[in-house]
């Protein structure tokens, strides 16, 4: 066991002293200026501040990108062509010509500046235990594993399986990944065996990475045992690399590998691959309107690219800074803001073993007081559970390091919004809350960057980043030109970080994102833009439901669902929850003549959908019906079902075209039944 295992007492850095550094924040950036701004503008003639430049970076896209990427990114061989993309035909190349390595850029180039800078503060479960991992001790982890990984067969173009909780040796992991031009999947460590499979397979991984076992919120999780069970039914994976993340020993078989072990043994040099800019850095799966989740692909110097531009500009770090986001490295988040933006930016990141609730509710205020964080950037779910808990948890912390507040994931409620602001940030940090998403790479619609006095409406995403147009369509397909206006929210213009294709279905790419609105990028989401310009994300437009900030497809579970012998068919759909943003509530035929005790099943159904998928997406509310409210065609109303569970019979609309309208009557019975006379919660 060695530098980033669960023991502390061997680990090489001792926790820093617990003096807490004031800020003098001049967040506002007194020296704003178009240099100080982005010094890669220099050369732009007729930019004079942030809106100037936003112009610029949509309306000559190849001098604003190129001039970037040759200013952030450090190249092996220059770029020919700065893109060549056609929306239309799914077709998304930049940079192409160029080769880089991502890890070199990560991690080699800022090894020649400063070697002993803090790469990673690894925030365990247990408050008080952090680990601090260096620039130069991530990049000797990171080729020792980039030896190991091709010392056992894994080659340029392979794709990896990551199973792991947010810890420096999955931080490594995907960096050797990108060392040796392999790509990694990440899965989100709370996904059950199955889901897991599914992802193992789809990306015919041979190699999967996993902890013997994982530490959240107090509890362990076996992940080996769960990646066991999941491989059984993955014939494409050979090896198993296990880390120990906690002392307990767990059963080895001949295809598992003792990772630290290994490693040890291995050269702390290793040489980079001289990877192409179209070359796959990773997939990451995501759930979408279809049973089946996709794995979004995306590539090598775009995607870095973009992530770090907004990693610096949308939160306005600086060196120096400590950043601090808190999503777990399984979601789209945690890539670009807990791992490449930052280490892109030479930074110091922070990776969150915990939860927002242990070992109580001050554990965000005491780790930003304990690790000085500068940026701090979380949830609207998160913000909404502790603001139940009062104010009296923040108040206890210093909190005057902080200068940016970010949140991510589901739209931020101004009740929420205000409390970030006015309580964890005493009133004086802006607050981001930024709208992307697995797909777009990095932040496109977001307060910051923006001319220094420029004002955040509480709520709302405010402003496209540099070398985004966002555009609003009506169902119509036509492009809404004014303002205060709602629509289907497309981007009209490529940019660096969008994801290229879904692994081994260009054509469900194609189908999702560009055939809807040709020519455009079609996002999924409604979004208002306010008199003045602003946008404001509504929510999702397709059956994709976002509990916690988490993606589920409503399709997904009703497979799921269906699976069970007694059910006839399902409707899932999503209900305003307080906490979660939204909750899962399922509506649930019999079979003709099956004779079960209902809360017995309910129970059952929750315990499939758990161990289908992962606990986070089990419903809440399961509502059993005689049948379920159709179209003459047989299409399930699900516009129906929702005002239903909104108490929104006024809302309920033409039901003309209904099969059979006394199935309405049913369904509002039933949920009262089921409900009460208040709205679920
Ligand atoms: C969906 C993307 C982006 C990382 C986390 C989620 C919703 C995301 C916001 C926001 C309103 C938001 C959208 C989007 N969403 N951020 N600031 N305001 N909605 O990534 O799992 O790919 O989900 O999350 O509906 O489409 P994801």
């Known amino acids: 066991m060695w530098l980033l295992c669960g023991c502390t007492s061997k680990c090489l850095l001792t926790s820093s002293s617990r003096r807490v550094v004031r800020y003098s924040h001049n967040f506002l950036g007194k020296s704003f200026n178009k240099a100080a701004c982005l010094p890669e503008a220099a050369g732009f003639e007729g ?57 070199v850029n990560c991690l080699d180039r800022h090894i020649h500046t400063f070697p002993e800078r803090v790469a990673l503060i690894w925030e365990r479960d247990e408050p008080g235990s ?9 990049l000797e982890a990171t080729c020792r594993l980039g030896n190991l990984l091709r010392r056992r067969g894994v080659k340029r173009g392979d794709c990896v399986t990551l199973y792991m909780p947010p810890c420096p040796l999955a931080v490594a992991s995907m960096l050797a ?84 072990e290994e490693m040890l043994r291995e050269a702390v040099v290793c040489e980079p691959a001289a990877m192409d800019s179209e070359d796959v850095l990773f997939l990451l799966y995501t759930s979408g309107s279809t049973g089946k989740p996709k794995g979004l692909v995306h590539t090598q110097a775009g995607y870095l690219l973009y992530a770090s531009l907004t990693h610096r500009y949308v939160f306005d770090y600086h060196d120096g800074d400590v950043f601090g986001c808190v999503a777990d490295i399984g979601w789209i ?51 909404r559970l502790l603001l139940k ?46 709208w992307w998403q697995t797909e777009t ?70 189908e999702t994102y560009c055939q809807p609105y040709p020519g455009y990028f079609f996002t999924g989401d409604g979004a208002y833009r306010s008199k003045e310009g602003y946008y404001q994300i509504i929510g999702r437009l397709d059956d994709v439901i976002n509990v916690s900030g988490h993606r589920i497809g409503t399709a997904e579970l009703e497979d799921v669902v269906n699976q069970c012998p007694a059910v006839a068919e399902s409707a899932v759909i999503g209900y305003s929850h307080d906490i979660k943003g939204q909750g899962v509530y399922a509506f649930v035929v019999l079979k003709k003549g099956v004779d079960v005790q209902e809360a017995e099943l ?24 005689r ?45 009262q039944d089921l409900c009460g006379k208040e709205q679920p919660q």
């Not at 569970?645 to 033409?654: A, I």
């Open 47 to 103: 930019v004079s501040d942030h809106s100037g430049l936003q112009q610029f970076s949509v309306s000559q896209t190849d001098r604003f990108w190129g001039a970037v990427a040759r200013q952030r990114l450090t190249w092996i061989s220059p770029f020919h062509t700065v893109q060549d993309c056609d929306l239309s035909q799914g077709r998304i190349k930049w940079f192409e010509g160029g080769k880089l390595n991502v890890s």
């Open 389 to 434: 808990y009062g104010d009296q948890w923040v108040n206890k912390y210093d909190r005057s390091t902080l200068k940016t507040l970010g949140s991510v994931g589901e739209p931020i409620n101004t009740e929420a919004w205000d409390w970030y602001h006015r309580v964890v940030g005493d009133g004086r940090c802006p607050v981001v809350d930024t």
């Open 602 to 625: 309910a129970r059952q159904l929750q315990d499939m959908v758990s161990k289908s998928i992962a606990k986070y997406a089990s419903p809440d509310f399961i509502q059993f019906v």
């Open 177 to 260: 990944c990108a060392r040796i031009g392999a790509a990694h999947n990440v899965v989100f460590a709370g996904f059950s065996a199955e889901a897991l499979a599914d992802r193992i397979r789809d990306a015919q991984s041979s190699t999967v990475i996993t902890v013997n076992q994982g530490v959240r919120g107090g509890k362990v999780t076996e992940l080996k045992k769960t990646v066991d069970m999941a491989v059984q039914s993955c014939p494409s994976v050979q090896q198993v690399f296990v880390a120990m993340r906690t002392e307990n020993p767990v059963v080895m078989t001949a295809r598992d590998v003792a990772m630290e």
């Open 130 to 138: 952090e680990v601090k991992i260096t620039y130069r001790q991530l």
């Open 627 to 671: 049948r379920l409210p159709k179209t003459r065609s047989g299409k399930i109303m699900r516009r129906v079902l929702r005002k239903v569970v909104e108490r929104d019979l006024d809302g309920l609309g033409d039901l003309s075209t209904l099969d059979d309208p006394a199935a309405v009557q049913e369904v509002i019975q039933g949920h």
């Open 333 to 383: 988040t945690g890539h670009s803001y807990s791992v490449y933006g930052p280490l892109a930016n030479g930074g110091t990141t922070v990776l969150f073993e915990s939860t927002p609730v242990y070992p109580d509710p001050g554990r965000y205020w005491e780790m930003v007081q304990r690790l000085k964080i500068n940026q701090f950037y979380g949830a609207p779910t998160a913000i």
């Open 441 to 510: 790479g990095g932040i496109c619609i977001a307060p910051r960057p923006s001319n220094p006095d420029a004002e955040i409406v509480p709520g709302m995403a405010m402003r496209p980043f540099f070398g985004i147009r966002p555009v609003l369509m009506d169902s119509e397909g036509k492009t809404l030109t004014s303002n205060n206006t709602s629509g289907a929210l497309c981007i009209a213009q490529p940019w660096p970080g969008m994801a290229r294709t879904i692994h081994n279905d260009h054509q469900r790419f194609t």
